[in-house]
């Protein structure tokens, strides 16, 4: 199957917005990228800095306004309320997708794509469900970087990933409550790329904790890991895919809506446990939490192997 496309796309990430909108086109880029003719939009190093990681053909932001390409496609993601960089390059691509945002913008594009298992037509505003815009949803347009099948990693207990560059320094509150536990060495913590503080200023004040440093793709140390401790973004549709029991620890009091979503669309949803909002939570409320969910035991629905097809389905929209 030949798309011969051609791709143009942006999507928002940086220290403080997170890099999960990146590595979401890294995703599409990393399936597709031998079909499909990608250039990834540079704006700021955080960006420059991943799409190098991967060799992603770019193009700076100033640049591509004194081009006069035109590309079959262009891609967006992000969920900023603005939109002016979108309608500086809006020019640019005949057709437009954005991804993952409701906000009213997104009237203005084509497609409108939601990868997530836990999100579904009802969960859309009324004005976006009554827009001219196609829109698509769940499983079948979540992808995960690179093959799904890696290297088979050293078992895990606990793993502790919030992210590539965690803002609210999640990662920094559990490591000071793991540390004071008897069974400490049940913890691996992942450090992301875009901490503010590196993985060394996390070994000389924990020594006593385990931490990787950033890794290009997450996916196989969630394969390993028995429980998962993450909050809500991309890696849930990971722990999802690999029916691990997965603790969430939420940045936003409004992320509640997510866990009910999630409860309501997961295969297994007693596999999820929300540990409560991150201001909330104490050394007690914890080891409580975490010692009842590690001896929880859960019967697993058998999944779906096929996720992320649906990608198929939109490239092949514009033969």
């Given at each position: 199957m030949g798309f011969n496309k051609s791709v143009l796309c942006y999507a928002d990430g940086d220290a403080d917005l997170g890099l999960g909108h990146l590595y979401r086109l890294i995703a599409i880029y990393t399936n597709y990228h031998q079909k499909v003719d990608f250039v990834f939009i540079n704006k700021n190093d955080t960006q420059e800095e991943i799409y190098n990681k991967f060799s992603c053909p770019t193009i700076?932001?100033?640049?591509?306004?004194?081009?006069?390409?035109?590309?079959?496609?262009?891609?967006?993601?992000?969920k900023k309320c603005c939109n002016y960089n979108f309608l500086d390059i809006k020019k640019y691509a005949r057709t437009w997708i954005s991804i993952d945002s409701t906000r009213p913008w997104?009237?203005?594009f084509d497609i409108l794509v939601y990868p997530s298992f836990y999100v579904d037509?009802?969960?859309?505003?009324?004005?976006?469900?009554?827009?001219?815009?196609?829109?698509?949803?769940?499983k079948d347009y979540v992808l995960f970087k690179s093959s799904i099948n890696e290297i088979k990693q050293p078992k895990i207990n606990t793993l502790v990933t919030f992210g590539g560059s965690d803002p609210n320094n999640l990662t920094e509150l559990v490591c000071k409550i793991v540390h004071n536990r008897k069974y400490y060495s049940d913890f691996t913590f992942l450090i992301g790329p875009k901490f503010k503080k590196s993985i060394s200023y996390f070994v000389n004040k924990f020594p006593k904790l385990k931490f990787i440093d950033s890794v290009t793709n997450t996916f196989p140390l969630i394969k390993a890991s028995n429980i998962v401790l993450t909050a809500i973004g991309i890696t849930l549709q990971e722990c999802e895919?690999?029916?691990?029991k997965t603790l969430i620890i939420t940045n936003h009091k409004d992320d509640i809506y997510d866990i009910s979503k999630i409860k309501r669309s997961s295969l297994n949803p007693m596999m999820y446990l929300h540990l409560g909002y991150f201001k909330d939570i104490d050394e007690d409320i914890f080891n409580k939490t975490y010692n009842f969910f590690t001896d929880k035991k859960i019967l697993y629905n058998e999944r779906e192997n096929q996720w992320g097809n649906g990608w198929d389905e939109l490239f092949n929209l514009f033969d």
């Open positions: 700076d932001f100033y640049n591509l306004r004194n081009s006069s390409e035109e590309y079959d496609i262009g891609i967006y993601d992000s997104t009237k203005d037509k009802d969960d859309l505003p009324k004005n976006i469900s009554a827009s001219r815009s196609k829109k698509y949803f769940g895919y690999s029916c691990k």
